[in-house]
């Protein structure tokens, strides 16, 4: 499967099943988490309040279409 992810924040794929998308800060807490691979992580938390301008880590986990289960991770910067 194709992964990308454009300049709205939002993660495009050819064919994923399974999909789900979790944002952390620094502490390991959960700020945001979607299973809409058409969901983008807009700067929010939970609570809808603008997170600050900080560095946080992202996974992604999906399948495959042939079903291999695949899992990304790594750090995004918060900009504004």
Not at 18 to 44: M, P, S, V
Not at 50 to 70: A, E, Q
Request: net charge negative; hydrophobic share 35%; proline share 0%.
């Amino acid at each position: 499967a194709q992964f990308a992810v454009d300049f709205s924040g939002h993660f495009r794929a050819d064919f994923l099943a399974d999909y789900h998308l979790a944002i952390y800060d620094k502490r390991g807490a959960l700020i945001f988490q979607t299973d809409d691979l058409y969901e983008g992580w807009d700067g929010y938390d939970r609570t809808s309040k603008l997170c600050n301008r900080d560095t946080y880590v992202y996974h992604i986990s999906y399948k495959t279409s042939s079903g291999k289960k695949v899992d990304k991770s790594g750090m995004v910067n918060l900009l504004y």
